[in-house]
């Protein structure tokens, strides 16, 4: 884990409303969870979770979503204090739990508890239910060992297991029982807040219906606050209150569920609620595509996390109406030239350089050709491909980046987008689309769905 604070998070402090209600229960501040994996000196970290910041009310259901590796683990896992922050606050009531050690940790866990995606892994074969379900009791020395197992079996009812499971073992149970296993455990300690890691992805169809309503059942019955962690974005409707998206380690919109769903604001919102499949056939529905896949995590874009794939990343005036495919062939030349510059050159490469020969990213003929061969390219845009391209030949990626930025640049690359309020009701994004300067995302989006 690092403790190296480097780019300043999308939002500072100062930008974001101040949620006073009494109904906070938890308030995420500027927080940061970097992986210094390497554990070498200079290593560049894993950016999991890079600046969020936003609130959990008692009693809610806050869904988490966001494509594989964007930080939502990592997210819930530092908020129970499993990974340590590298920078920011958790403030439960008003506590802030990045601070606790030893015993007063110890303590703390009991309110706040985890469901683990797959129950196939998550329970110790090797113990029996019982055991299983009483071990954080056991942990935290809770009353006699006779009221324990009794609370167990109680907590057996509550889930809709039977006592009699009490003596048998995992393996004998099936997907849906182990996962209401793993829940009787997560409420042994009467936890106030539970983060559900994909509680049902690892389960049939058939059998997920049973865990949500379960789930739903015990938050009325014991007051309880979750955070739920998906990739269905149909179960996260269904069972959230609000919504927060989550890319490259960022939230970049916050806001309540049917708000969001029905009128997203973010265009990595707008992206991800295309993917999802329009059930009925004949509706027609625009779909954005997105070009590329989500920058490495340890090198994120000193601008808008999206900024590299967003459909409406603002343009110089001079290129606004060029064609959206020539553009996203620009951004892929970017790429291109940042990852050739980051790259750690093997030795044969660099000699093959230094005499000419290509590289492992081949010419800068074949790219240009891969890229721009098909395309109709203006006089003006070329002029810069050529200067980028006699840059690049000499293997000086900084000065052909220089060249580009100083082209085809914009805000959304240079500066993280604070947060705005879409509504009266706590939706928030961080967009630059959003400021008066520049048309909004939605109008943007609508010419230029893919
Ligand atoms: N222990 C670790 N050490 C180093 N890097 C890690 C570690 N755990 C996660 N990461 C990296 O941190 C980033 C965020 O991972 P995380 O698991 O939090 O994402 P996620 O959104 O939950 O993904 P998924 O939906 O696939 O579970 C990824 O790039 C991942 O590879």
């Known amino acids: 884990m690092s403790h190296e604070v480097s780019q300043e998070p999308i939002a500072t402090e100062t930008d974001v409303p101040t949620d006073s209600d009494e109904d906070v229960m938890i308030e995420v501040d500027g927080l940061k969870t970097y992986y210094e994996d390497g554990g070498l000196l200079g290593w560049t970290p894993v950016k999991a979770v890079d600046g969020v910041t936003f609130d959990i009310h008692r009693g809610e259901t806050l869904g ?8 939502k683990t ?15 606050e958790v403030r439960f009531d008003g506590v802030d739990i990045t601070d606790l050690e030893g015993d007063e940790l110890h303590e703390w866990r009991r309110n706040a508890q985890m469901v683990f995606q ?3 892994s998550s329970l110790n074969d090797r113990m029996t239910i019982g055991e299983i379900v009483r071990e954080p009791l056991d942990v935290h020395e809770w009353e006699t060992p006779q009221a324990r197992r009794q609370r167990v079996k109680e907590l057996l009812d509550t889930v809709g297991l039977q006592r009699e499971h009490y003596y048998r073992y995992p393996h004998q149970f099936s997907g849906g029982q182990r996962q209401r296993i793993s829940i009787a455990r997560t409420l042994a300690l009467e936890p ?5 890691d994909e509680p049902v992805s690892a389960l ?3 059998v997920q219906a049973e865990i949500i309503n379960l789930l739903e059942d015990l938050q009325t019955e014991f007051g309880l606050t979750y955070l739920f962690i998906a990739h269905d974005l149909s179960v996260v409707r269904h069972l959230c209150d609000r919504v927060a998206v989550m890319y490259l380690g960022n939230v970049m919109e916050i806001g309540p569920t049917e708000e969001l769903f029905t009128d997203p604001a973010n265009p990595y ?3 991800l609620l295309s993917a999802i499949p329009e059930p009925d056939p004949t509706v027609e529905r625009d779909r954005i595509t997105l070009h590329g896949t989500p920058p490495n995590p340890r090198y994120p874009p000193a601008g808008c996390p999206f900024s590299t794939r967003c459909p409406a990343r603002i343009r110089p005036a001079e290129y606004r109406d060029l064609d959206d495919e020539l553009w996203n062939r620009l951004n892929t030349l970017r790429d291109l030239l940042s990852e050739r510059k980051r790259a750690d050159r093997s030795v044969r490469d660099r000699i093959r350089a230094a005499v000419g020969k290509d590289t492992r990213f081949g010419t800068v003929e074949d790219t240009y050709d891969e890229l721009f061969g098909d395309q109709e390219v203006p006089a003006r845009v070329q002029s810069v491909l050529d200067e980028i391209a006699t840059h690049a030949r000499d293997h000086d990626e900084s000065e052909a980046i220089a060249v580009f930025n100083e082209a ?3 805000v959304c690359d240079d500066e993280p987008p604070a947060y705005h309020d879409m509504s009266d009701g706590g939706h928030q994004s961080h967009c630059h689309r ?13 010419n230029r769905h893919g």
Do not use: I, K
Not at 74 to 88: C, N
């Open 64 to 71: 988490l979503v966001g494509e594989s590796g964007c930080g």
């Open 74 to 88: 990592t997210l819930g896992r530092t908020l129970l204090q499993l990974e340590d922050a590298t920078a920011g």
């Open 118 to 120: 797959d129950p196939e």
């Open 192 to 196: 106030d807040f539970v983060v559900l």
């Open 204 to 206: 049939d169809v058939s």
């Open 269 to 271: 919102t707008h992206a």
């Open 408 to 410: 085809f640049g914009s």
């Open 434 to 446: 959003h400021t008066d300067e520049y048309r909004s995302p939605d109008a943007v989006l609508e």
